[in-house]
Structures are given as structure tokens and as C-alpha cells.
């Protein structure tokens, strides 16, 4: 399970995050939506270790990530914005993390095989499309076979297959017990696949609940977004369509 | 601390697959090749010309001991070398800010403390092989020079000394320069902290004005580690210049750690 509670955080005269809480759980996809600059990642960032909170908490499992041993065993992460150094080759990539939560190298070939880059695993990242370094980074997500999934904007920049294939995972993950949270701008895919959703604005929740509760009295998660966000529809469908 | 040794395994395994530390390598080896080879024959000749009175003279009117000045040529030449292989550390380092690889870093090792000593092994590990393999090209250069006249000064203590010396050298300064990219998460403002680090020390600027302070820094230091001061002008003895480069070693480790720990890995 993850926990947030009363999360803050502040960059200078900034506030990023101001007092977040809400709660992702097991069997469960959590889908966490927000305009782009809302403190999507910034919330996940301060999950997954990498930035200071200014303030409250946030738990995977009741323990913070830093203090995880084996962390990749325990959460995969999806991050947006940091990714493999380009000259390095994918399997190499892959062995690298493995080697530091001590996953073995059949593994790393495994989730190579799952994401369907097996054919493309010598070549370096550089070469790799947009989509292909997508993927790359769900398989390292993957490696530890980890029980929660932290997913930032997973599906940019994957064709039609690649999005269906990350659906479908993430519903057999959230089937098999484990809990995902998604961050995406992406109303449709959201309403396709999260059973609960997290809506931040200005760094701030504005609803959360099951994808009916939100959704109740709306035509659309799209209509249901705007109205709680304050945007407009033409807005919304620019955004949507990105 | 159990983590450690996966979490240095897994920085081992980055550098090794890195492109432009081969790279960079291979033109440092290359490199200390080609100097020593071409200096070879001067090295060669004058010591063919050694007289009973044990004197050589590499450079026309300079006569000096022939064992003290091919020990000095031996440390001399790896001392040169030890400019690149902090540039080095800087690549090895400077990886993480491309691509913003940091973040993917410290969701594998997110115990900053572990993977700042795990950082620390696997630079210390790659630098001191590339240094062996320097202090070899270097030992085999000078034997093939002095083995008519003395086969035994190589692996003579004054020899082996001067090699470890060498190594301890290039090892802290690498540290340091590694260090320097983790606090200020660049490899182009690495490089130019180490190359001016190093000019300092070149240009004799404070050698000449102020030695005391020029002690006081990383490359003299090393200098006055590895030469003989009956040969060269130096700013200090070996053990101030052994103190000189521990400190600096430290300080740096101790400001790449509080950088790690304090700031978030953008």
C-alpha cells in the first residue's frame, strides 16, 4: 500500500505539493491525474526517495523508499525525465540495476522478453524510438518483480500495441494483488484502466475516490476533470489528445 | 552495509559499459605509449654512456646520479599521465547527469551513504587498474632502457616505492575530481575544475610566489610525492604532500556526500 499524508513540499516561494494525502491500494490501479506542472511528479519523486518532502510523509509498505534494502524488489518505478545514458546498450542498462538489488541476469533477459525488446537488447539506447525507451523502462521497472508499481506517464510515446500490452499488464498486476499507481495526463487511458483516481491541481487534491464516485454526475472523466480543475473543455481536449 | 558490494558490482558493471571510459583509456595508454617509446633512445644512449663515476647525462650539461635520475625518469613519466585519469573519474561520475540517469540511480540505491561508498570503490577499483597498467608501461620503458647498466633498479625498494607512491597519488586525485562532478553535477565544470587544478600546478605560478600554498594542492602535491628534490624544485616533502591529498580526498567525499544526501536528484 502507498500512503501519502499531508505531503508539502517547496521549492524557494514555490509550493509544488501542498498538503497531499491519498492512499493507493493493493489489487488496485490507482490512476493520479493532473495538468502538466499540477505536482504529479514531484509527488512521485518524493515517493520514490529523490526529493526531500518539506513536510508530512509518504510510505510504501508503512516504511519511506529510502529506507528499503532491496528497494527494486519491493517497488518498480516508471520515472519521466530520467532515463539510460545513450551510449549504453538496453542489456547493459538492465544488468547494471539488477546487479545493484542482486537480481540475477535471467531475469534482466526475462522482462527483456516481456516487453518485447528481446531482438533490440544489444543495441544502444540511443537508437532506441521513443516508444522502445518506454518500454525499456518498464522493463526495468519490472526486474525486481516488485509489489508495487509507481508509474509516471508510462504510455508516452507507445503505439496502439504497446499502449493495449501496459493496460493489460497493469490489470493483471492490480488482479494479482499488487498495488499500481499511474500518473498520466491521459483521460481516456486513464477511465480504461484505473479503478481509483487521484485528480491534483495547483499542487493541491481536488477529488479523489473510485473512477465511478469521480466520474458521478459527469459525462466523462474528461468532463469530470475540468469541472473539478476548474478548465476548460477546449483546454481539456488539447490536453487529452497529447 | 550489506548492499554495498551489489550496489559496487553495479557501478563496476556502468563504468566497464561506458563507451567514452574505453575511450578515454585507451588514449591514456596509447598516449604513455607513444612519450615513453620516443623517449626511449635518449633514455638509452645516455645510459650506454654512464662512467665510473655513476654520473648520467640525459640532457647536454646536466650531469646528475644515474640511479636517481632514471627513478625520477620512471615516476616522472607515470607523473604525467596522472593529468588524464582524473579526467577519468570526472567521465566516470559525470555519467550520472546525462540523461538524468541520477534519478534511476538512486532508485536502486536510494541509501545515499551506500551508494556514495559503493561510488567510491568502483572509481578506486577502475583508476587503480588504469594506474597499474601506467606504472607497468612505465617499469617496462625504464627496464629496457637501464637493463645493460642495472636490470635490478625496477623492482629495486626505491622503485617500488615510487610506483605505490604513484598509485596512492592518482587514486586521491581521481577521488577528488570525481568528488568535484558529484557536488557540482556536471561533467564539462568537472573537467574544467580539474584542469585548473592542474594548470595551477603547471604554470609554477605559485610554486615561484608562494610555495606554502602551492603545497597545498592536489597536483603539487603529487609532485612532491614522486620527485626526487635533489632533481626538481618542490614545495614540500613526501609526507606533507601524502597529508596534502588524503585532506583533499576526504573533504571531497565528505562535500559529493552532503550534495547526495541534501539536495534533491534533479
Known amino acids: ?242 | 552495509m550489506r548492499t554495498v558490494p551489489a550496489a559496487a558490482r553495479a557501478e563496476l558493471t556502468k563504468i566497464f559499459t561506458l563507451r567514452s571510459v574505453w575511450l578515454i583509456t585507451a588514449l591514456v595508454l596509447g598516449l604513455h605509449v607513444l612519450v615513453n617509446w620516443s623517449a626511449m633512445s635518449l633514455y638509452r644512449d645516455a645510459v650506454d654512456k654512464i662512467g665510473p663515476d655513476g654520473l648520467i647525462e640525459i640532457f647536454t650539461g646536466e650531469r646528475n646520479p644515474a640511479t636517481v635520475e632514471m627513478l625520477d625518469s620512471l615516476s616522472g613519466g607515470s607523473l604525467q599521465m596522472t593529468m588524464f585519469l582524473p579526467v577519468l573519474a570526472v567521465v566516470i561520475s559525470g555519467q550520472e547527469y546525462r540523461s538524468r540517469q541520477l534519478g534511476l540511480t538512486l532508485l536502486a540505491v536510494p541509501q545515499r551513504g551506500r551508494l556514495l561508498a559503493a561510488k567510491v570503490l568502483a572509481t578506486t577499483g577502475y583508476t587503480l587498474l588504469v594506474a597499474v597498467m601506467i606504472a607497468a608501461i612505465s617499469t617496462v620503458f625504464t627496464y629496457a632502457e637501464v637493463k645493460n647498466w642495472n636490470a635490478g633498479l625496477v623492482t629495486s625498494p626505491a622503485a617500488v616505492r615510487l610506483d605505490l607512491a604513484f598509485l596512492a597519488y592518482a587514486l586521491l586525485f581521481s577521488l577528488v575530481s570525481m568528488s568535484a562532478t558529484m557536488v557540482v553535477r556536471s561533467t564539462l565544470i568537472g573537467v574544467m575544475i580539474t584542469i585548473a587544478l592542474v594548470a595551477v600546478t603547471m604554470t609554477q605560478i605559485l610554486a615561484m610566489t608562494a610555495p606554502a600554498v602551492d603545497a597545498l594542492l592536489p597536483m603539487s602535491a603529487g609532485r612532491n610525492l614522486l620527485l626526487d628534490p635533489t632533481l626538481s624544485t618542490l614545495s614540500s616533502g613526501p609526507r606533507q604532500a601524502m597529508l596534502v591529498l588524503i585532506a583533499w580526498a576526504i573533504v571531497g567525499i565528505t562535500a559529493a556526500g552532503v550534495t547526495l544526501s541534501r539536495r534533491d536528484a534533479r
Open chain 1, 1 to 242: 500500500m502507498i500512503e501519502i499524508s499531508d505531503l508539502t513540499k517547496r521549492y524557494a516561494s514555490t509550493t509544488a505539493v501542498d498538503h497531499v494525502t491519498f492512499t493507493a491500494r493493493p489489487g488496485r490501479i490507482t490512476g493520479f491525474l493532473g495538468p502538466n506542472g499540477a505536482g504529479k511528479s514531484t509527488t512521485l519523486r518524493v515517493l520514490l526517495g529523490l526529493d526531500v518532502a518539506t513536510s508530512g510523509s509518504a510510505l510504501i509498505g508503512g516504511r519511506r523508499y529510502r529506507d528499503l534494502r532491496l528497494p527494486l524488489r519491493t517497488v518498480g518505478a516508471l520515472l519521466d525525465g530520467a532515463g539510460p545514458v545513450p551510449d549504453r546498450r538496453a542489456i547493459d542498462h538492465l544488468t547494471w540495476i539488477a546487479q545493484s538489488n542482486r537480481i540475477g541476469p535471467a531475469r534482466v533477459r526475462e522482462v527483456l522478453d516481456l516487453v518485447g525488446l528481446a531482438g533490440a537488447a544489444r543495441q544502444r539506447v540511443r537508437k532506441y524510438s521513443l516508444g522502445m525507451g518506454r518500454r525499456l523502462g518498464i522493463a526495468a521497472a519490472l526486474l525486481g518483480d516488485p509489489e508495487v508499481l509507481v508509474l509516471d506517464e508510462p504510455v508516452n510515446g507507445l503505439d496502439p500495441d504497446g499502449i493495449r500490452w501496459v493496460r493489460r499488464f497493469l490489470r493483471e498486476q492490480a488482479a494479482a494483488g499488487r498495488t499500481v499507481l499511474l500518473s498520466s495526463h491521459l483521460m481516456t487511458e486513464m477511465s480504461e484502466t484505473a479503478d481509483d483516481v487521484v485528480i491534483i491541481d495547483h499542487g493541491r487534491i481536488v477529488g479523489h475516490g473510485t473512477l465511478q464516485d469521480v466520474t458521478g454526475g459527469h459525462a466523462s472523466l474528461e468532463e469530470a476533470f475540468f469541472s473539478l480543475t476548474g478548465g476548460s473543455t477546449q483546454r481539456g481536449s488539447t490536453q487529452a489528445g497529447r
